[in-house]
């Protein structure tokens, strides 16, 4: 398999985590593109454009990092990253929602001020992202206790995306009004899988 990855993108970044605390490194290649430039072919591979994406061996390729997660993670039963217990299942996956909304806010407010001059910019879309994510992070932090027990796809992604708020918007001082999340996130990022994929 082929992973399609940027080392600054932490929608890719949860693809990683994914793949090496699955402990399935050897099946898959990490192969680094650069998704704004749109590589030659690289629409063949996914047609958003996008990265993560990935080209299996046994079927068509995947794109979308919650499905690619999913897919990664199927690979080795030993390694259970989906809890199935009803309120377990419902609370990974309103981590993982949670996460990539903080995403999507934060990705949001970068493209924006990356694509437009100071002025062209909007403040009130801006403002808005900026609300969610912070309420978002309020909400994690209030179920911050959810965070404990084994490894899960949960866990990853509000570990991708609290990397990505320190890589990119390290002026963001998250930390100061949620003490529960910080300590969770310092001793997640202790793992090899996060130590391994640090935003470049
Ligand atoms: N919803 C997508 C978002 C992926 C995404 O936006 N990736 C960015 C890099 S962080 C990208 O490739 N952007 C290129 C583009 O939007 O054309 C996912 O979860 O995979």
């Not at 099946?27 to 749109?38: F, G, Q, S, Y």
């Not at 001059?117 to 009130?124: D, R």
Request: with cysteine; glycine share 4%.
């Amino acid at each position: 398999m082929k992973l399609y990855h940027a080392a600054a993108s932490p929608y890719a970044r949860k693809a990683r985590i994914t793949l090496r605390e699955a402990n399935i490194l050897e099946l898959v290649e990490e192969i680094e593109v650069a998704p704004w430039t749109d590589p030659k072919g690289y629409r063949d591979i996914t047609p958003l454009g996008k990265v993560p994406a990935l080209a299996r061996d046994d079927g068509p390729n995947l794109f979308q990092s919650v499905v690619i997660c999913e897919y990664l993670a199927s690979k080795n039963s030993q390694i259970n990253l989906y809890p199935i217990g009803s309120e377990l299942r419902w609370s990974n996956l309103r981590q993982i929602a949670a996460a990539d909304g903080v995403l999507d806010a934060l990705v949001g407010i970068r493209v924006e001020k990356l694509f437009h001059e100071t002025e062209m910019q909007s403040k009130e879309f801006i403002q808005r992202q900026e609300l969610t994510v912070l309420k978002s992070l309020d909400l994690i932090e209030e179920n911050v206790m959810e965070l404990e027990g084994p490894i899960s796809a949960g866990q990853i992604a509000i570990a991708a995306s609290l990397g990505y708020i320190d890589f990119r918007f390290s002026e963001n001082n998250w930390r100061m009004s949620r003490p529960n999340l910080s300590k969770w996130f310092e001793a997640f990022s202790q793992r090899d899988s996060m130590k391994d994929t640090v935003p470049e």
